[in-house]
């Protein structure tokens, strides 16, 4: 799976992941996680974390996804994953 | 030693212990000096229809995803995590060559310096035997999957967790390195890169467990309940990451496994997967336990100073 569908997947992950960081019960209203919100400042994603994050959006995006060839600026937003790795062929 | 010293270097100054077993270390470091770009081999090719892991330390074996392989899988499953398994160590070497390096005669580490040469000339080489033995079997290095991202939040351990995560590292992979070096199923090739690295790894550990101990003891001073709190859920956390690791999606699929990171998704959920990350982890588990880093089990939250009375 990979563009929109796949996309759509890698949000979700994040929204929850969101929702964790702000202590949110599960029937807790939150707000939805903007597009340009810091993922790292606030800690969404942390060292510990991102392998698994790195991975879910290799599987989601078909792409492998060397850290060589990454920097955190492309994970900084969703907006920012999304251009990086699920926009274009 | 329970007074408290302003700064690290002071610490390591006034422990006459640790200048003692730093000492014999480079004695020893001195004495088994070796060659290793003339130690090994490398026959061309190794033989692909048998295990190149010992099959007990497999990931998936401790799980019912693993008898869902046919034996011709498992072979070429446990070539691949090989390559991965030695791919972790040429990253985790990057890691800690850039730690060390960045320590070596500075104010804080004046007393280890000495030492700290050793480890850098050892840990190269080791990464260059690792490395070649990626590249000569499996044409590749699997690429790193770690960024560097925020951690705890507590600058003043900043030396205790670099060199915790780095004990936790070689105290891993020695698990492996002692147990295939004497594993009489594998390729003598395979038997030689392991014994050499725990060989040399014994040492690391012995300096890894004593100044992480020291640094703790400084920190138990400095620190209040939550922030050593924090410390161990990360260092819990880093270490069960570590082993996730050791499932790597990329190898299932070099293995000509289908659905590779669903495989992973079902390893790591396994109901038998917490009994391996434990089994694997033993040794640093107990070395956490017992220097009370750790004050409760690996998938534990912290205990309480109220609950642990």
Sequence with gaps: MSGQAGFGIVADYLQAKYRQVQDLQPDEPGAALAPDYDLIDSRVLDSLAFVEFILLVEEHSGREISIDTVSREDFRTVESIRKRFFDGP | ?309
């Excluded at chain 2, 030695?86 to 060390?100: A, K, T």
Aim: with cysteine; glycine share 4%.
């Design chain 2, 1 to 309: 030693m329970n007074a408290t010293y302003p700064t690290v270097a002071e610490r390591l100054v006034h422990d006459t212990g640790f200048k003692d077993v730093l000492q014999r270390l480079v004695d020893m470091s001195e004495r088994d000096y070796y060659n290793p770009y003339r130690l090994f081999e490398w026959p061309q090719t190794l033989p692909q229809d048998c295990y190149w892991m010992s099959p007990e330390l497999m990931v998936e074996q401790s799980t019912e995803v693993g008898p869902t392989f046919t034996e011709t899988q498992l072979h070429a499953i446990s070539k691949w995590q090989s390559i991965n398994f030695y791919s972790l160590n040429v990253h985790g070497i990057r890691e800690l060559l850039h730690e060390v390096v960045a320590r070596i005669h500075t104010a804080d580490f004046a007393v280890p310096s000495a030492y700290f040469h050793h480890i850098i000339g050892e840990e190269n080489e080791h990464m260059w035997f690792f490395a070649e033995f990626c590249r000569r079997y499996g044409g590749k290095i699997y690429p790193s999957r770690a960024m560097s991202l925020a951690g705890p939040g507590i600058p003043e351990a900043d030396h205790f967790l670099v060199f915790s995560r780095l004990l936790i590292f070689e105290e891993l992979v020695d698990v492996f390195n002692q147990h295939m070096a004497q594993d009489e199923r594998l390729d003598p090739t395979i038997r030689k890169v392991n014994e050499v690295h725990h060989h040399d790894e014994s040492r690391h550990i012995a300096f890894g467990r004593q100044i992480v101990a020291m640094l703790y003891s400084d920190l138990r001073e400095r620190l209040d309940d939550g922030q050593l709190w924090a410390l161990e859920s990360y260092l819990k956390r880093y270490m069960r990451s570590s082993v996730d690791g050791l499932c790597e999606p990329l190898m299932y699929r070099d293995a000509g496994i289908p659905d590779p990171y669903a495989v992973r998704r079902r390893v790591l959920a396994d109901p038998g997967y917490p009994g391996y990350v434990e089994r694997v982890l033993k040794r640093s588990i107990s070395f956490m336990t017992n220097t009370r880093i750790f004050t409760s089990g690996l998938f534990e939250e912290p205990r309480t100073a109220e609950a642990a009375t």
